[in-house]
Structures are given as structure tokens and as C-alpha cells.
Nanobody, 110 residues
């Protein structure tokens, strides 16, 4: 199984980024999945999840600004991040079932 994130980068506060996570080696459509983030020295925290039916859940800090979605035909999970704040700066990780990607850095400058 391989899980690979992309789409991170440096953006100004108020800007947008879209993260992608491509998985291979597993039956993508049957799994729940999610995005998490971690600041060095802190615990990894949940950002958003989406289940097999497309039902989503968000941590309060990102509600109304982030949107999680999935494309089962492309084996890809997305996280659209709008109105970014400096507090959103972190390494973002994709989790599909029990498999994690290597993370992608998101840095928001104020």
C-alpha cells in the first residue's frame, strides 16, 4: 500500500491551497479516510474525515473554511483549504484506513 500527499506550500494568510492524497494497493472506495495535521512538539490532530458514504466531519477550527472530498475513480482524497490562517501552519497527513502518508508541509504567513 502506498499513500502519497501533495499540494502543500507557502501561502499568505487569507489564501487557499488544495491538498491531494493518492493511494494505491488497496480498495480505495470501501475505506473511511481523513486529514490530520501536526505542529512539531505537539500531538497530531484530526482535521477532517470522510466515510464510505461521503459523510464528512470537521474539527471546529476549520469548519466553514476547509472541505474534504474523495474521488473513488481516481483513488484520491482532497482537502480544499480556504481563508487560511497562520494557525493552520503544520504538516498535513492523509490517513486511509490504517495507512498514513509521509505528510506535506503547509505554511501560512501572516
Amino acid at each position: 500500500v502506498r499513500v502519497v500527499e501533495s499540494g502543500g506550500g507557502l501561502v499568505q494568510a487569507g489564501g487557499s491551497l488544495r491538498l491531494s492524497c493518492v493511494a494505491s494497493g488497496l480498495l480505495f472506495r470501501v475505506h473511511a479516510m481523513g486529514w490530520y495535521r501536526q505542529v512539531p512538539g505537539n500531538q497530531r490532530e484530526l482535521v477532517a474525515t470522510i466515510n464510505q458514504l461521503g459523510i464528512t466531519n470537521y474539527t471546529d477550527a476549520v469548519k466553514g473554511r476547509f472541505t474534504i472530498s474523495r474521488d473513488n475513480a481516481k483513488n484520491t482524497l482532497y482537502l480544499q483549504m480556504n481563508s487560511l490562517k497562520s494557525d493552520d501552519t503544520a504538516i498535513y497527513y492523509c490517513r486511509i484506513f490504517t495507512y498514513w502518508g509521509q505528510g506535506t508541509q503547509v505554511t501560512v504567513s501572516s
